[in-house]
C-alpha cells in the first residue's frame, strides 16, 4: 500500500512539475486572465484557433464534418481534421464558449505538457520496475526540452510526444513478453491524433525494434517471431488509422507538398559542433528555413553521455547499440537525405528536426539509466565527464556558429554542468545526510535550470486584445446583411485579414486560405490573375472586379470608411468597421465557352496581360486594365500618381523583395502586407486631382511601380457576358447544393469549388463527369435548355478508411482474444 502511495506521488509529481513551470511562465507573461497577452504563435495565431473554432461550431451547430466553405474555396474538413484537429481532447470543445478558444487551446497544451512528463514516469516504471521523485527531474528535461520550446504552440504535434513513452513500452513489452496491447492501442491512437509526427515515431520505432532484436532475443527463430509481431501489430495500428489516413492521401495529393522529389545530391547542412551546442541552456529556438534542431535537453547532458559510456554496470552491446542510434540522430539533423527521409519522403517549410523529440527521449532516458546505475561510476568518472563538457564547449567558443549560440549560452551550460558534477561527487559520499543534501541541490538546480531555460526560450506572447478586438462588431454586421440577403449562398472578403482563415473566424463563406492541404492548382489559378497565392495559401489580395465576380464575393468588410465607389456601396457600418457591397457579383456557377481555357492560355507572371485577354474572350474590345494616362512621378523609394480624371486604379510592382507597401489618398490610407507574394495593388477610385504616394516600407531603392486604370466599359462587357448565364442556388448545405440555370448557348458551367475527388455532380437527375477548369475549379459540359444540377460531396477514401480501421481493431480484438486463451491452455 505504501509502494502504491508512493507511485501515485510520483505520477501526480511528474504531472505537476512542467505543468506547473509552463503555468507559472504564462503568468509572469501576463497570459490571460492573468493579463491582456495569450499565447497564440505561428500557425496557433494563423490556422490552429480558426480551425478549432470551426470545429467547435460544427460540432455545437450541427455543421457537416466532411466539407466547409469556410476554409478557402472550399475544403475537405475530414483531412483538414486529420492534419489539425484531431487529438481527442479536441472533442471537449463543445463544453466551451466561442470567445474562449484561446483559452481552450492554452490549457490543452499546459494540460500536454503535464502529460509528457507523466508518461515518461509511465515507461521508467514499465522499463524498470519501479519510479521515483529522482525520475521527476528526467521527466521534466523530456516535457521541457528544446523541442517542446520551440514547437509547444504546434498543439497538434504534442499527443504524439505524449503517447511516445507509452509506445516504446509497449514495443519492450511486446519483445519481451509477448503482449502486443498497450503497443498496438497506443501507437494507432498517435498515428489517429497525427499521422505526420508519427511517421517519424514509426521510423524510430524501426530502429528501435532492431536493436531489441539484438538484445533481447537469442535465436534466429526466436529474432523471426518477434519481427513478425512487430510487423503485424505495428500494421494493425496503422490499419486503424486508416480512416483518417486514407482521406488525408487523397486530399493531400492536391497540395503543393504532392509528390515526392528525392534530392539528387548529399549536402551537409552545418558542421558538427555548431549543431551540437544547441544542446546548451538558453539558446534561441529555431523554427526557420534553415534545418537548425532545437536538442536542449539539459545542461548535464554531455556529462550524462559521458557517464553511461563509463559506466560498469551497462553492458557495451547495449552502450554500442545506443550510440550508433545517436549518431544515426546526429547524421539525420545535418544530412539532406536523411532529413528527407525522417520528414516522409519531404522537405519540411520551415520548423525543422520535427524527430527531435525522440531523439530527446532516448538521451533522456540513457541519462535516467545513469542514475538508476549510479553506482556503476566513480568520481573519476564524473570528473571526466565535467572535463569533457568543459572541453566541448570551449571548442564551441571557437568553432560553433555565433548567430545560433552565444557565448552566455555556453557559459551557463558550464556553470550548471559544473555544479552537477560537483553535488554529484558529493553523493558519492558515505555520509547520509551529505548524500541526502547533494540530492535535494541537484534536484533544486535541474529545477531552476528546467524554468529559467524554458521561460527565457518558451511561451512567446501576443496581445489577446488586439486579436479578439474586431470579433463582436464584425459578427454583428455580417448578421445584418445576412438579415437583408435572402441568397442562400455568397462570399464575404476583407481588406484587412487578421489570418488568411478569418472565415471560420467569423463564419462566413470565403476565398482566402493558408492551410497545408490547400489545393495548389487553386493558388496557381489565383497567381495568373494578380491574385496573392503560394505552396500553403491562396488570398483575395490583389482581386479586381472580374475575379471578384468568378469569385463569388459579394460583400468586402474593411475599417475603411472610403471605399464606396462606383464599384461597391456601403450597407453596414458601426464606425469600427464597414461592410460594402460589390456592384459586380455572380452567383456560385456561370457558363463560359468550352473552347475559352485555349484562347485564354494563361501565363504565369504576366496578370495584366491574363486579365486583358479574359476580358476580351468574355465579349471586350478593349483592354480592361490600360497603362494610367495621368502623371507618374516615380522616386526611388516612392511613387507619386497624380489623376487627370475620374476613375479605378491598379498597380503593379517589379521588386517582390518587398514587403510592405503604404498607398495614400487624402485622408484614405491602405497598407499591403505580404507583397513579396507579388499580387495586384488596388489604389481605389481616384478623383480629377487626386495625389496617390505608393510607398515601400522597406526603404527598397529603385522601387518600380506600373499603373493602370480599370477601363469601365471593358468590365461592364465581361460581367455581361459572364451574368448572362448563371447557375441559381435553390438549397445549399456544405456536403449538397442544388440549383437550376438556363443554358441559351451549350459551354462549360464553372463553378468557384475546386474539383477535388469527393464531388458527384447530377445534371437532370443523371449522373455527370464534372471536368476541371484551369487545374483548378469544377467544370461541367452543358447542353442547351434548362438543366437541374445538384452537386453532393462525400470525403475521398473514408468509407474506404473506415472499413479498414474497423477490420484491423476488430482482427486485433480477436487476436488478444487467441493470445489470452492460448496463454490459459499453456498455464
Same mark, same amino acid.
Given at each position: 500500500m505504501d509502494r502504491l502511495k508512493k507511485d501515485r506521488g510520483v505520477y501526480a509529481c511528474a504531472f505537476l512539475l512542467p505543468f506547473l513551470i509552463v503555468s507559472i511562465i504564462c503568468i509572469k507573461n501576463q497570459v490571460?486572465? @492573468?493579463?491582456?497577452?495569450?499565447?497564440?504563435h505561428i500557425d496557433m495565431y494563423h490556422q490552429y484557433e480558426p480551425f478549432f473554432t470551426e470545429l467547435m461550431d460544427k460540432l455545437k451547430n450541427g455543421g457537416s464534418l466532411l466539407y466547409s466553405f469556410r476554409i478557402g474555396l472550399g475544403s475537405d474538413f475530414v483531412s483538414l481534421f486529420a492534419y489539425y484537429l484531431a487529438s481527442p481532447f479536441n472533442w471537449l470543445s463543445v463544453c466551451i464558449p466561442k470567445g474562449y478558444v484561446i483559452e481552450f487551446m492554452t490549457v490543452l497544451i499546459l494540460i500536454k505538457t503535464g502529460l509528457c512528463g507523466l508518461t515518461f514516469v509511465i515507461y521508467q516504471k514499465k522499463h524498470y520496475g519501479l519510479v521515483s521523485y529522482a525520475g521527476v527531474i528526467f521527466a521534466g528535461f523530456y516535457a521541457l526540452s528544446g523541442y517542446m520550446a520551440a514547437y509547444y504552440w504546434n498543439i497538434m504535434w504534442l499527443d504524439c510526444l505524449v503517447l511516445a513513452p507509452l509506445v516504446v513500452a509497449g514495443l519492450e513489452r511486446l519483445v519481451k513478453k509477448k503482449d502486443a496491447g498497450l503497443y498496438c492501442i497506443s501507437l494507432a491512437i498517435s498515428i489517429l491524433s497525427n499521422f505526420y509526427i508519427s511517421i517519424m515515431l514509426c521510423i524510430f520505432l524501426v530502429l528501435y525494434a532492431m536493436i531489441l532484436l539484438a538484445e533481447e532475443t537469442e535465436n534466429i527463430r526466436q529474432k523471426v517471431q518477434v519481427f513478425f509481431r512487430f510487423a503485424l501489430y505495428s500494421l494493425l495500428a496503422g490499419g486503424m488509422g486508416a480512416v483518417l489516413i486514407f482521406p488525408e492521401i487523397a486530399i493531400l495529393s492536391y497540395s503543393g507538398s504532392s509528390g515526392v522529389s528525392f534530392p539528387d545530391t548529399v549536402e551537409w547542412y552545418f558542421d558538427l559542433i555548431s549543431m551540437l551546442a544547441r544542446h546548451c541552456n538558453n539558446v534561441t529556438v529555431y523554427t526557420g528555413q534553415e534545418h537548425w534542431p532545437n536538442l536542449y535537453c539539459g545542461a548535464a547532458v554531455f556529462l550524462c553521455l559521458v557517464l553511461y559510456l563509463c559506466n560498469r554496470k551497462i553492458s557495451w552491446k547495449k552502450k554500442l547499440h545506443r550510440v550508433l542510434l545517436i549518431v544515426f540522430f546526429w547524421l539525420s539533423f545535418s544530412n539532406n537525405m536523411l532529413d528527407f527521409i525522417w520528414h516522409g519522403m519531404h522537405f519540411p517549410d520551415s520548423l525543422p528536426g520535427r524527430e527531435v523529440y525522440l531523439y530527446v527521449f532516448l538521451l533522456v532516458t540513457m541519462a535516467y539509466e545513469v542514475y538508476v546505475l549510479k553506482e556503476g561510476n566513480t568520481r573519476f568518472h564524473i570528473v571526466l565527464g565535467v572535463i569533457v563538457t568543459a572541453a566541448f564547449l570551449g571548442v564551441s567558443a571557437y568553432v560553433a556558429d555565433t548567430g545560433q549560440v552565444a557565448v552566455r549560452s555556453l557559459l551557463l551550460t558550464g556553470a550548471f554542468t559544473f555544479f552537477y558534477g560537483i553535488f554529484m561527487i558529493v553523493q558519492k559520499s558515505s555520509d547520509q545526510e551529505r548524500k541526502l543534501f547533494a540530492s535535494y541541490m541537484l534536484g533544486t538546480l535541474a529545477i531552476l535550470e528546467l524554468f529559467m531555460n524554458y521561460d527565457t526560450t518558451g511561451i512567446s506572447t501576443v496581445s489577446r486584445t488586439d486579436y479578439t478586438k474586431n470579433w463582436e462588431s464584425v459578427q454583428t454586421l455580417l448578421e445584418q446583411v445576412d438579415a437583408m440577403d435572402a441568397e442562400p449562398f455568397y462570399r464575404v472578403e476583407e481588406?484587412?485579414?487578421?489570418?488568411?482563415? =478569418?472565415?471560420?473566424?467569423?463564419?462566413?463563406?470565403?476565398?482566402?486560405? @493558408?492551410?497545408?492541404?490547400?489545393n495548389i492548382g487553386v493558388s496557381r489559378y489565383y497567381r495568373s490573375l494578380g491574385m496573392e497565392g503560394g505552396k500553403n495559401f491562396y488570398s483575395y489580395s490583389g482581386a479586381t472586379p472580374l475575379t471578384s465576380a468568378m469569385l463569388s464575393v459579394k460583400y468586402l468588410i474593411s475599417k475603411s470608411p472610403y471605399l464606396e465607389s462606383p464599384l461597391r456601396t456601403l450597407v453596414a457600418q458601426d464606425g469600427i468597421n464597414y461592410i460594402y457591397k460589390n456592384a459586380y457579383t455572380l452567383p456560385l456557377g456561370f457558363m463560359l465557352d468550352t473552347d475559352f481555357e485555349y484562347r485564354c492560355a494563361l501565363v504565369q507572371g504576366m496578370a495584366v496581360r491574363n486579365l486583358n485577354r479574359f476580358a476580351k474572350n468574355l465579349g471586350a474590345t478593349e483592354d480592361m486594365l490600360v497603362p494610367f494616362d495621368g502623371i507618374v512621378d516615380a522616386g526611388d523609394e516612392k511613387t507619386t500618381v497624380t489623376a487627370a480624371e475620374d476613375g479605378y486604379l491598379y498597380a503593379t510592382y517589379t521588386d517582390t523583395s518587398v514587403t510592405n507597401i503604404t498607398v495614400k489618398n487624402g485622408e484614405r490610407t491602405q497598407k499591403f502586407n505580404k507583397c513579396d507574394h507579388g499580387y495586384i495593388l488596388d489604389l481605389g477610385w481616384c478623383q480629377a486631382g487626386d495625389v496617390v504616394e505608393i510607398t515601400n516600407t522597406n526603404k527598397v531603392s529603385e522601387f518600380k511601380v506600373a499603373v493602370y486604370s480599370l477601363n469601365m466599359d471593358a468590365l461592364q462587357t465581361a460581367y455581361q457576358t459572364l451574368n448572362a448565364q448563371t447557375y441559381t442556388v435553390d438549397t445549399f448545405e456544405d456536403t449538397k447544393i442544388t440549383g437550376h440555370i438556363t443554358v441559351e448557348k451549350a459551354? =462549360?458551367?464553372?463553378?468557384?469549388?475546386p474539383n477535388e475527388a469527393g464531388f458527384r455532380v447530377s445534371v437532370d437527375g443523371k449522373e455527370t463527369e464534372c471536368q476541371t477548369f484551369m487545374n483548378s475549379m469544377i467544370k461541367i459540359p452543358?447542353?442547351?435548355?434548362?438543366?437541374?444540377?445538384?452537386l453532393q460531396y462525400m470525403t475521398p477514401g473514408l468509407k474506404m478508411g473506415a472499413a479498414v480501421s474497423i477490420s484491423c481493431l476488430f482482427l486485433f480484438i480477436l487476436l488478444c482474444i487467441w493470445y489470452q486463451k492460448r496463454e490459459k491452455e499453456v498455464l
Open positions: 490571460y486572465p @492573468f493579463g491582456e497577452n495569450c499565447i497564440l481588406n484587412e485579414r487578421l489570418t488568411k482563415n =478569418d472565415a471560420a473566424i467569423y463564419g462566413y463563406s470565403s476565398s482566402t486560405i @493558408f492551410s497545408s492541404l490547400m459551354g =462549360d458551367l464553372i463553378l468557384s469549388i452543358l447542353e442547351e435548355g434548362t438543366h437541374e444540377v445538384t
